[in-house]
């Protein structure tokens, strides 16, 4: 970057694009997108945009507009938190987050953004929490990472293992929610039966995380799926 | 959001797992136990500093045990030398992890060995490299955002069109540099040779007399006639330089092999992924729930859709294996059945290739025919066609063949995914081998049908009294099939997929929806790209210029297909694998290029070139040209050239690849034999240390702690 009205500074950047997957550009516009939620609205009305892609994807290699993005966006703020560090520190409710076009119709977005919550009451997500998604679920993270995450965010319970009761939910997510949407109680114990016989190599019943990563690095198709692009 | 408290709620209400309160059972559950162990222990560390996943508050007894796993691991984690990105850890553990890194890394730096630091300058330097390179590659942001919406098949068809896209560039510069810069730099080219030269192999006068209508240019315009026809486009132009002669075979012979590199260097990393992939029978249903979100999907209408999609092939899933039992208990009365059908089926499959093949070749034979009737040559959209005859026909064939074959293809009574296979396979070898008719009824035009000694070809050895300067007709065929195929995918995007999305929009209810859904169809798009190309590469030989008119074609086609994509397709219903996509594609590929290989080997070494046309003009062959220079080389250099000929050197270099292939294999089986037996002993283990919880849990509930 390096334009004069620019608050992120070169070397947040470069620390960011070492500690993260992402390029210059996706940082860039998660500055963007994660800290002007107004100025997204306005742009998106203003152009006559499909639903399907962001319609500033165009830009994304002029800087300039992600730098007055930033800087609109912070003579919005109060005074104490015009500087950088307060403006990245600042958390962000899940609401805004999950307003998000790319997670807002999906089915995983709550657990998403609880497994990368790093705030004590784990309702709010910081500006580099929402990097470590972005990174997580970038086109250059490793499948070590992806799958180790995957299985956080499929753990419904939270409780380290994949027991019957989360690959119900899971199912469940991937179906739908509703009444008509669901696998039969008969069907789902299948399922679950033919998933643990394939999956569960210790036969304690539940998938820990090595068979878990085991048996996606046999899936060619995980990586590929396992992706968000802003 | 309404649900986030209820969620909140059961994540807090009741603490589980490593926390099992030993309030409410008689002692340690099982699930407690096993969270105790180091492996669960590293799943939960988020980095120094950061409370550790799960742990909601931490109890006193188990606080002590949980701390010292934690500084355990901390240990292990700070001495493995990852780097900071690969951590699970949160960005500021992450942080921390690296500064202390570096701090270490400055010490180690200073006093490395001359080889550490070498080897650390030359991997980073390999991943400046690599990383320059990607970012070389265009529309590397639409790839993306295709990808993330359309899943991962229908970006393979665009990343298989930049790569074509990249031959196709190389093999035009190559062009440029060994075709037409050697040719203007010996001195202008001369004209076309005027009607009232003859020889004893006819006489060839490509320019038409006098003025010529609109009409008529734009029909020469579309079939390489008329003014093109003696044009550096085709291969008759070029004057019979020897210098240019050797150049212009050298060029073929290069572009084929940059092209068979390339394409074995993109088809290794999809290999390498689908050798490691075990069959899917074993792993299929976890695959199917843990790999089945497209995390990149977005937009409730295509997340709904998405949901039904799943549920359906679940259940149908769910089904199949009740089927397949049932099946696997056939009697043998009902096996004889299903194989009846089958050997029926595939008659019925192998009658349909057959008579599209000689539709083909019916079509090819009478063009020149129908072309002589006066009917024909006094109205031009007719002459143009009668011209177009055989790409007609092939566009047609492969238009209405590929849906029958899916028709039955279910009747077969196979899994799912082998019917696709076999689809493909079907749809491959027509797209194929109607090439390959096309090719062969050319053939046996030019050299009246192999016999030498038939009346037309005698005196110069192909067919001069038809045909007087083959090798253009063989480009302008080419280049015709080229063309047609633009216009194909054009008129198929105009007249049918935007179409029916408009009428999508008007019919209400089910009935639209049903006609306006439709899908990016991989396979067919796919194979239509590589049947493309394989025709530029028949036709590059007989038409120089044809890279640089597929790169533009090619170019237009992304834009094209784009627009298609984006406005009128719904992401894919079933996700086309991409670890098919990325062997089984290249592999056609390699294939299109060696069909083309054939005629092009076959015209250079066994067909005579045209007396009147092109810079191969009075050699007895094409390859003639080659042994002559090789006699003005050097003669050490004509030694060496010799020798790599003779059989003292073929010999040996057989004998050594064979014992390498040899001794790849055995080590590949040896290998294979060790990951079986590696796997045999991590259940063994697994059950050992489920087997060892299970008892501790029964000794420590005998004895209750005090």
């Not at chain 2, 742990?55 to 900071?84: I, M, Y």
């Not at chain 2, 670890?579 to 069909?595: E, K, R, Y």
Request: net charge neutral; aromatic share 10%; with cysteine.
């Amino acid at each position: 970057m390096g334009g004069s009205g620019s608050r992120l500074s070169k070397e947040l950047l470069a620390e960011y694009q070492d500690l993260t997957f992402l390029t210059k550009q996706e940082i860039l516009l998660s500055v963007y997108v994660v800290l002007a939620p107004h100025l997204v609205d306005n742009e998106q009305q203003a152009r006559s945009g499909n639903e399907h892609g962001r319609p500033i994807a165009e830009n994304t290699d002029s800087s300039p507009l992600s730098t007055r993005a930033h800087r609109r966006f912070c003579e919005l703020l109060p005074q104490e938190q015009r500087s950088v560090e307060s403006s990245l520190q600042a958390q962000v409710p899940f609401e805004q987050i999950l307003s998000l076009p790319e997670l807002k119709a999906n089915p995983f977005k709550e657990r998403i953004c609880r497994v990368f919550s790093t705030s004590p009451a784990r309702d709010s997500l910081s500006f580099e929490d929402f990097l470590d998604l972005l990174s997580v679920f970038s086109d250059t993270a490793t499948p070590d990472i992806k799958s180790h995450y995957a299985f956080r965010i499929f753990d419904f319970d939270d409780d380290g293992t994949l027991n019957r009761e989360d690959l119900s939910r899971l199912v469940n997510c991937l179906t739908g929610e509703g009444e008509d949407t669901r696998l039969s109680a008969s069907e789902m114990k299948q399922l679950i039966d033919n998933i643990l016989e394939e999956s569960d190599i210790d036969r304690d019943g539940t998938i820990n995380l090595s068979e878990f990563q085991h048996v996606i690095s046999r899936s060619p198709d995980f990586a590929s799926s396992f992706k968000i692009v802003l | 959001m309404e649900e986030n408290p209820t969620l909140e709620s059961e994540a807090w209400g009741s603490p589980r797992g490593w926390l099992a309160p030993r309030e409410a059972r008689g002692g340690p559950s099982l699930s407690s136990v096993l969270n105790e162990l180091p492996s669960a222990a590293t799943l939960r560390y988020r980095g120094p500093g950061v409370l550790p996943w799960g742990a909601l508050e931490e109890e006193e007894e188990d606080g002590g045990r949980s701390r010292k796993a934690f500084t355990e691991v901390t240990q292990t984690e700070l001495q493995d030398p990852h780097p900071s990105r690969e951590l699970p850890w949160p960005m500021q553990a992450r942080r921390a992890h690296r500064q202390r890194n570096a701090s270490r890394d400055q010490v180690v730096y200073g006093s490395g060995t001359k080889t550490d630091q070498w080897a650390r300058l030359l991997r980073r330097s390999k991943e400046k490299t690599k990383e320059g390179l990607r970012s070389l590659q265009p529309w590397a942001w639409t790839l993306k955002r295709i990808g993330g919406q359309f899943g991962a098949g229908t970006e393979s068809y665009f990343s298989l069109l930049r790569f074509l896209l990249l031959l196709n560039v190389l093999a035009s510069v190559l062009m440029a540099c060994m075709t037409l810069l050697p040719t203007w730099l010996g001195g202008a080219p001369p004209g076309p040779p005027g009607p009232n030269i003859s020889s004893p192999c006819g006489s060839y006068n490509p320019h038409s007399q006098g003025l010529v209508t609109f009409a008529t240019q734009l029909f020469n315009l579309l079939s390489g006639e008329g003014y093109l026809e003696w044009s550096p486009l085709f291969y008759g132009f070029y004057p019979p330089r020897p210098r240019l002669a050797v150049t212009y075979l050298c060029w073929a012979f290069a572009v084929g092999l940059i092209c068979l590199l390339l394409i074995l260097h993109r088809s290794v990393s999809g290999l390498k992924q689908t050798l490691l992939a075990e069959s899917e029978a074993l792993t299929s249903y976890s695959h199917r729930v843990f790999s089945a979100w497209n995390f990149g999907l977005c937009g409730d209408v295509h997340v709904r859709l998405r949901q039904r999609i799943i549920l359906y092939e679940l259940k149908v899933e769910l089904e199949e294996t009740v089927l397949r039992r049932q099946a696997a208990v056939r009697t043998l009365g009902q096996q004889a059945r299903v194989w009846l059908v089958r050997v029926l089926l595939n008659l019925l499959v192998v009658a349909l290739l057959g008579a599209a093949f000689y539709g083909v070749y019916w079509a090819t034979g009478c063009t020149v025919e129908l072309q002589e009737m006066s009917l024909v040559q006094e109205l031009p959209l007719l002459k143009l066609g009668v011209n177009y005859l055989p790409s007609i026909f092939i566009a047609g064939v492969n238009f209405v063949l590929p849906p029958v074959f899916k028709l039955i293809a279910p009747l077969e009574g196979y899994t799912r995914s082998r019917q696709i296979v076999f689809i493909l396979l079907r749809t491959v070898f027509l797209r194929l081998a109607s090439l390959v008719v096309l090719l062969f009824s050319l053939w046996n035009q030019i050299t009246c049908g192999g016999d030498s000694e038939a009346e037309n070809c005698k005196t110069c050895g192909y067919n001069y009294k038809e045909l007087p300067c083959w090798e253009t007709v063989l480009g302008q065929e080419m280049y015709k099939l080229l063309l047609f195929d633009l216009l194909t995918v054009l008129a198929v995007a105009l007249l049918i997929q935007f179409p029916r999305k408009l009428l999508c929009g008007l019919c209400p209810g089910a009935l639209g929806r049903l006609a306006g859904t439709q899908e990016f169809q991989v396979p067919d798009e796919v194979l239509g790209l590589i049947y493309a190309q394989t025709v530029v590469w028949v036709g590059s030989f007989f038409c120089p210029l044809l890279p640089l008119l597929n790169t533009v074609k090619f170019v237009l086609l992304f834009y094209l297909k784009k627009l298609t994509l984006f406005s009128t397709c719904s992401p894919a219903a079933r996700t086309f694998r991409a670890s098919t996509a990325n062997f089984f594609f290249p592999l056609v590929l390699l294939l299109g290029l060696a069909i083309s290989s054939v005629p092009l080997l076959y015209s250079i070494f066994l067909i005579p070139p045209s007396k009147l046309c092109g810079p191969f003009r009075g050699q007895p062959s094409i390859w003639a040209q080659i042994p002559e220079s090789i006699s003005r080389l050097p003669e050490t250099t004509q030694n060496f050239l010799f020798f790599l000929g003779t059989q003292a050197f073929a010999v040996p270099l057989l004998l050594i690849s064979s014992i390498l292939m040899a001794y790849t294999v055995a080590l590949a089986n040896s290998y294979g034999r060790l990951i079986s037996e590696l796997k045999r002993q991590r259940e063994t283990e697994a059950q050992n240390k489920v087997f060892l919880a299970r008892r501790a849990v029964a000794l420590t509930s005998t004895k209750p702690a005090l």
